[in-house]
């Protein structure tokens, strides 16, 4: 069995397989208990678990969709801000830079699942309706 982790996810969020096309629970080409120590140890994982993190932390401070898209906006400047000024060596570290990037993450995602007041979106109601595919900036 291959400590394979490349996997997507199908219409109906569950994992598949990229390389058989299968459920994971079905598919032998992968191993479950690499895969999941993968998605927690890894660079990636960590930093899904501090926009996680930063995502409840954010909805619990400030539950109103009013102005989440000029949040956004606001959050990308300062990321910028902090990516120019690491890059000049103007004491930014990049553990600044970081939590900028993480912010800018957790407004995109709350635009993406709450929309802003301001603005008619709202998340899809349907599952048929989310866009999917198995591939890198499938979105």
Do not use: W
């Not at 069995?1 to 032998?28: F, K, Q, V, W």
């Not at 932390?57 to 990321?79: C, F, I, N, S, W």
């Not at 801000?81 to 995602?109: C, K, N, P, W, Y």
């Not at 709202?122 to 048929?128: G, K, L, N, R, S």
């Amino acid at each position: 069995m291959a400590d394979r982790t490349c996997i997507y996810m199908s219409p109906y969020n569950a994992p598949l397989c990229s390389e058989c096309g299968h459920d994971l629970s079905l598919c032998e080409c992968v191993d479950p208990d690499a895969l999941a120590h993968e998605r927690l140890h890894s660079i990636d994982g960590l930093i899904f678990t501090m926009v996680r993190d930063e995502l409840v932390a954010d909805r619990t401070a400030d539950p109103d969709t009013v102005h989440l898209l000029g949040t956004l906006m606001e959050k990308l400047g300062l990321l910028s801000i902090a990516m120019a000024r690491h890059d000049r060596g103007l004491s930014t570290t990049t553990q600044e830079v970081l939590r900028e990037a993480v912010r800018v993450a957790t407004m995109a995602i709350r635009v993406a699942s709450e929309g802003d007041s301001n603005y008619s979106y709202v998340f899809p109601a349907v599952e048929t309706e989310l866009p999917a595919g198995p591939t890198a900036r499938q979105y």
